[in-house]
């Protein structure tokens, strides 16, 4: 495998990492097992296949060579380890009594960035009858789909579709003909036109807005995950009564959490809105090896201050609708995709500024991550649960991911250990929040 230029959003994601805000997204896959020494197994395991993966060999190393690309300079590209070994990155850990304490405990230790950016841990359940895997990888090496992809690589072959071959890449000449000029002048006019629509649209977002401090907190590099699941099926039956989709439900249900766990913790939820990003894959799922992070968002206000459920829901739907008509291109949301006009020494510079700036342009992340319908295996052992976890902005004290697998619900939770102790309260709030939506509908 040959040296592969990070895409730019990889690029930013690179760049506005630091020791306490680092930008590895992860998942937490719970074993049924029948003996204490399926754990070890599973590690071995895991180690021997690694090594076959050419995507979990790729190392990001920078680039300062202005003289053979100029717009280069300062970026970074993906390219095999020569001094891969498996053994540096998948670690068996003595038993443990609780996977999410431990897995919060790794959450918060950034990867290490002069090797291939990426981990699993194998953790023991203390009775021996059961094991977890947690999995981290960088977000520049893996948006979520990858990360699926680089994950089943490692587990038991799964029966999927073969990928749809990539169509050829037209070769461009350096210099563009005087005939493309004006295309690429219109190219250019849309651009900028797109970036001052994206820049109004964060604006409006934030006029009359209120969040809430539990949202907000300085970094301090520690971390708690959290994780809940609930029936699909229940899901289902508020949105046949509803109407809207699944997701719309989901989100509805993280903003009823919210309300309840700020009511029961005492900040109250009067009048707050935060403003959620749900990240839209521009990704086709069933692209060949995927390389990059292709990702656009909604900003959806969520009405936390409403005390009526089906209220919350239909604000919900209402929001997602506005966004849908609009596209992912378009809108407040989509802030991410002006990553890709801003030249690599660009992203290395001003990383530091972003990352400061993302509690300006939203509060909470919500996520859904896709997950194969068919039962995933490692040695045998089937997964029971999933939870996945999304990196946690700076300045910001809570992120939700959620996962759908085998007719549950997972949703997984990253949140500041130190601004966010009573992350099991919110866990409780998003079950007893399905419960009211299913109330509410007479279900």
């Not at 506005?16 to 071995?44: K, R």
């Not at 405990?105 to 359940?125: D, F, N, Q, S, T």
Request: hydrophobic share 45%; net charge neutral; proline share 10%.
């Amino acid at each position: 495998m040959t040296a592969d230029p990070l895409a730019p959003l990889d690029l930013a994601f690179w760049n506005i990492e630091s020791p306490e805000n680092p930008m590895h997204l992860g998942a937490l896959g719970v074993f049924a097992a029948p003996s204490a020494t399926a754990a070890a197994h599973a590690a071995d395991l895991l180690a021997g296949r690694a090594a076959a993966v050419p995507g979990l060999r790729m190392r990001i190393r920078d680039v300062w060579t202005p003289l053979a690309a100029p717009l280069s300079f300062g970026g970074a590209v993906r390219e095999p380890d020569p001094e891969f070994d498996p053994l540096h990155h998948v670690h068996l850990h003595p038993p443990t009594a609780d996977f999410q304490a431990a897995a919060g405990r790794l959450m918060e230790r950034p990867l290490e960035r002069g090797r291939p950016p990426w981990e699993a841990h194998v953790l023991p359940g203390e009775e021996g009858d059961g094991f977890a895997v947690l999995f981290k990888f960088h977000h520049a090496l893996a948006d979520g789909l990858r990360a699926l992809t680089l994950a089943a690589a490692v587990l038991d072959p799964m029966d999927l579709p073969a990928p749809r071959p990539r169509p050829p890449v037209p070769a461009r000449a350096p210099l563009p003909e005087v005939r493309e000029l004006a295309g690429l002048l219109r190219g250019a006019l849309s651009d900028v036109g797109r970036a001052l629509d994206i820049g109004a649209s964060v604006a409006l977002h934030t006029l009359g807005m209120r969040s809430t401090a539990a949202l907000t907190a300085a970094p301090t590099g520690t971390r708690r995950t959290g994780g809940v699941a609930v029936d699909l099926d229940d899901v289902h039956r508020v949105r046949k009564v509803v109407g809207g989709t699944v997701n719309d439900v989901l989100i509805a249900v993280v903003a009823g959490a919210l309300r309840a766990w700020l009511d029961e913790r005492g900040d109250g939820s009067e009048g707050v809105t935060p403003r959620a990003l749900v990240p839209v894959s521009q990704r086709r799922p069933r692209t060949a090896q995927p390389q990059g992070n292709r990702l656009s968002g909604y900003l959806v206000r969520l009405p936390v201050d409403d005390p009526d459920p089906l209220g919350r829901l239909r604000a919900v739907r209402a929001a997602m609708n506005r966004n849908k008509d609009a596209g992912p291109g378009r809108g407040a949301g989509a802030v991410a995709l002006l990553a890709d006009h801003v030249p690599a020494l660009g992203h290395r510079l001003g990383g530091p500024l972003v990352s400061q700036a993302a509690r300006l342009w939203f509060d909470i992340l919500v996520t859904s991550v896709p997950l194969p319908g068919i039962g995933l295996r490692l040695a045998g052992n089937p997964v029971t649960e999933v939870y996945p976890y999304a990196p946690l902005a700076r300045g910001q004290s809570l992120a939700v991911a959620i996962s759908t697998y085998r007719g549950r619900v997972h949703f997984g939770m990253v949140a500041d250990a130190e601004a966010v102790p009573d992350l099991d309260r919110f866990a409780r709030a998003l079950t007893a929040e399905v419960e009211t939506l299913i109330t509410a509908c007479g279900s």
